[in-house]
C-alpha cells in the first residue's frame, strides 16, 4: 500500500474544515421520511408501466449499457426511436438524447455558441450553465434575475461596445431553488428583435407544465431560434435529457459536440424508459392534474396559515438566511419524518440558505397538512 502523507492532502483538509466552520460542510444522507426532496413530481420513477417497459425490453434483447459511442456502435434503435418521440411530443424539428442535464447543457454551450457570439445568463441560472458558459467560445454576461429589460440592456450595451457576433439568451423556465418562472413570452421578443437565439432549460418544467406534459416552452417549440433541454431525470422518472432544436443543430451537435461524440451513449434502457414517461404524460394527464390540484392546495394552506411567499410552482423555498440555522431546522423535520433537505450557498446565493420543499405526487394532501404543522412549531408561525 502507498502510504499517504500528511502534507500531500493538507490543502483538502482545510477546505473541509473551513466549509465546516461556515456551516457548509456536505455529506451524503439515504433517503428516509415523507417525500418532501425529490424531483420525481409525477411519482413516474416507480409507476408500474415504467417498470413493466423496462422488464419487456430486457426480454426482448435490449442491451443494458450501449458499448460505445453513438458514432460507433453505441447508437441503438431505442436512441432514435425515442429521439424521433421526443421531436413528436415537444413539437420539435430534432430531438439529441444526452445522459444527464448537466451533460447536456454544458454540450450545448461548448458547442453551439461560437467566438465572438455573446451569451446573457440570468443570474439564477443553473450551474451546469455557468459551467458550459466558462468553458465554451462565446464571451458571457449576467442579467439580473427574471429581469427582461436587464437582458435587452445587456445586449444593447455589448452591441455598443462592438459586438458583433450572435447573442444567445439563456434562462431556466422553472428557477429550481426560487421555483419562479421565466418571462419566456417577453424573451422570445427579445429573442426575435435582436436576431438571437434563446436556450431554455426546462428541468423542473417538463411533465409538470404544457399540454400533455410538454412544458412551458410548448408555444414556441419548432421556432429556427430555439433550443431547449428537457430533463428526464425529474417529472419523467428516469434520467438523461433530451435537446430539442431545429435539425440543422441537432446535426452540428453530433458532428462538433465533444460530450456527445467522446462519451458512451446512454443505457438504451433508460431511451426506453423515458419514452414511456412521454408515453404516460399522453394517455394518463390525471398525473398532471392531481400535481396542479395539490399545488393549488398547498398555496391555499400556506397563505391561510402563514403567508409567507408563494412561489406559484411546485417548488416552495422555505428562506431562512443563516446556514446552521436553516441545518437545524432541516433536521428537525427530517426527525419528525419529513424529508426536507436544507439548502446553502453556492447553491444559492449567501444569505439565503433555506429549506427546499417540493410537491410530488408521492405524497397526499394530509402529509402536506402535517408538514406545514410541523414547520409552524418549528419555527413558531415565523412567516418567511
Given at each position: 500500500m502507498?502510504?499517504?502523507?500528511?502534507?500531500?492532502?493538507?490543502?483538502?483538509?482545510?477546505?473541509?474544515?473551513?466549509?465546516?466552520?461556515?456551516?457548509?460542510?456536505?455529506?451524503?444522507?439515504?433517503?428516509?421520511?415523507?417525500?418532501?426532496?425529490?424531483?420525481?413530481?409525477?411519482?413516474?420513477?416507480?409507476?408500474?408501466?415504467?417498470?413493466?417497459?423496462?422488464?419487456?425490453?430486457?426480454?426482448?434483447?435490449?442491451?443494458?449499457?450501449?458499448?460505445?459511442?453513438?458514432?460507433?456502435?453505441?447508437?441503438?434503435?431505442?436512441?432514435e426511436s425515442l429521439e424521433a418521440e421526443?421531436?413528436?411530443?415537444?413539437g420539435a424539428e430534432a430531438a439529441l438524447f444526452f445522459g444527464g442535464g448537466y451533460v447536456a447543457n454544458f454540450a450545448v454551450l461548448t458547442t453551439l455558441p461560437q467566438r465572438g457570439d455573446l451569451l446573457v445568463l440570468d443570474s439564477l441560472v443553473h450551474a451546469s450553465i455557468h459551467e458550459g458558459a466558462r468553458a465554451g467560445r462565446a464571451d458571457f454576461r449576467v442579467s439580473t434575475h427574471n429581469d427582461s429589460q436587464s437582458v435587452e440592456d445587456t445586449i444593447r450595451d455589448w452591441r455598443r461596445e462592438g459586438g458583433v457576433g450572435r447573442v444567445w439568451i439563456v434562462v431556466e423556465s422553472l428557477y429550481s431553488m426560487d421555483g419562479?418562472?421565466?418571462?419566456?413570452?417577453?424573451?422570445?421578443?427579445?429573442?426575435?428583435?435582436?436576431?438571437?437565439?434563446?436556450?431554455?432549460?426546462?428541468?423542473?418544467?417538463?411533465?409538470?407544465?404544457?399540454?400533455?406534459?410538454?412544458?412551458?416552452?410548448?408555444?414556441?417549440?419548432?421556432?429556427?431560434?430555439l433550443v431547449v433541454v428537457h430533463t428526464c431525470g425529474k417529472a419523467l422518472g428516469a434520467a438523461g435529457a433530451l435537446v430539442t432544436a431545429p435539425r440543422v443543430l441537432r446535426d452540428f451537435m453530433v458532428n462538433r459536440c465533444r460530450p456527445f461524440i467522446f462519451a458512451t451513449a446512454p443505457s438504451p434502457l433508460t431511451a426506453v424508459a423515458v419514452r414511456e414517461a412521454l408515453s404516460i404524460l399522453q394517455d394518463?394527464?390525471?398525473?398532471?392534474?392531481?400535481?396542479t390540484n395539490l399545488i393549488a392546495f398547498t398555496h391555499r394552506e400556506i397563505g391561510a396559515r402563514s403567508g409567507w411567499r408563494l412561489s406559484?410552482?411546485?417548488?416552495?423555498?422555505?428562506?431562512?438566511?443563516?446556514?446552521?440555522?436553516?441545518?437545524?431546522?432541516?433536521?428537525?423535520?427530517?426527525?419528525?419524518?419529513?424529508?426536507i433537505r436544507g439548502i446553502r450557498p453556492p447553491t444559492v446565493p449567501a444569505g439565503t440558505a433555506r429549506l427546499r420543499i417540493s410537491l410530488t405526487l408521492n405524497i397526499v394532501e394530509n402529509d402536506v397538512r402535517a408538514m406545514l404543522d410541523a414547520l409552524t412549531e418549528e419555527t413558531g408561525g415565523e412567516a418567511r
Open positions: 502507498i502510504p499517504i502523507h500528511a502534507d500531500k492532502v493538507a490543502s483538502y483538509v482545510t477546505a473541509l474544515h473551513a466549509l465546516k466552520d461556515d456551516d457548509r460542510l456536505r455529506g451524503l444522507k439515504p433517503r428516509a421520511g415523507i417525500d418532501f426532496a425529490s424531483n420525481d413530481y409525477l411519482a413516474l420513477a416507480s409507476a408500474p408501466r415504467m417498470k413493466k417497459a423496462v422488464w419487456a425490453a430486457l426480454e426482448a434483447g435490449t442491451p443494458i449499457g450501449a458499448g460505445g459511442s453513438r458514432l460507433l456502435r453505441g447508437n441503438c434503435e431505442e436512441h421526443a421531436a413528436r411530443v415537444f419562479n418562472f421565466a418571462p419566456l413570452a417577453e424573451l422570445v421578443e427579445i429573442a426575435d428583435k435582436h436576431d438571437a437565439f434563446l436556450l431554455v432549460d426546462e428541468a423542473h418544467a417538463t411533465g409538470v407544465y404544457g399540454e400533455q406534459g410538454r412544458g412551458l416552452t410548448a408555444p414556441y417549440e419548432g421556432r429556427e431560434n394518463e394527464p390525471e398525473r398532471q392534474q392531481r400535481l406559484g410552482s411546485q417548488i416552495l423555498p422555505y428562506i431562512v438566511g443563516d446556514n446552521a440555522r436553516a441545518m437545524t431546522l432541516a433536521s428537525a423535520l427530517q426527525a419528525r419524518g419529513f424529508d
